[in-house]
């Protein structure tokens, strides 16, 4: 292999693998506070929330869902923040959303959704639905940035 060959070859690894790098650094532990199909957020949301009186918001606005009075989960806004994903209004069943991973880069923080649909020729359940994931996390002071996650399952 010559030198001209041997640059290219590491121009095209660098390539590759530059998104890689942020997903190597840290995760930081999750805590599931709720999720499932049914919110009454119906929009589409990706926030963070740093304070309980915002979480307490929140929360009403989710807990609005039909038949829905679940108590709020409980968060130490001292150490930790919670990370809002909804996917808003869908006309059916079969649709989710979660949240993978949350890692800090040098620059933000970045938070990895995997948001899920039924196939085509699915058979679901036919009621409006509204898929949600929040979670609790340690706080963190860097910018959120967030990015759907890689099919693990290919």
Not at 38 to 53: H, L, M, P, T
Not at 69 to 78: G, Q, R, T, Y
Not at 92 to 97: A, F, L, Q, V
Request: with cysteine; aromatic share 8%; net charge positive.
């Amino acid at each position: 292999m010559n030198i001209i060959q041997s640059l290219l070859f590491c121009l095209i690894l660098l390539w590759l693998f530059q998104d890689v790098n942020p997903c190597l650094a840290e995760a930081l532990p999750i805590r599931s506070l709720a999720k499932g199909a049914f919110s009454g957020i119906k929009e589409a949301r990706r926030e963070v929330i740093k304070d309980a009186a915002q979480w307490e918001k929140v929360w009403k606005q989710h807990d609005t869902a039909a038949g829905s009075s679940d108590k709020i989960p409980a968060v130490d806004f001292s150490k930790e923040m919670v990370v809002v994903a909804t996917m808003g209004t869908r006309r059916t069943g079969g649709y989710s959303i979660e949240i993978r991973n949350v890692a800090p880069t040098d620059k933000t923080l970045r938070i990895s959704l995997k948001q899920t649909s039924p196939p085509p020729d699915a058979i679901t359940v036919q009621a409006l639905t509204a898929p949600f994931h929040f979670v609790a996390v340690p706080k963190s002071d860097l910018k959120p940035e967030f990015v759907e996650a890689p099919d693990l399952k290919k």
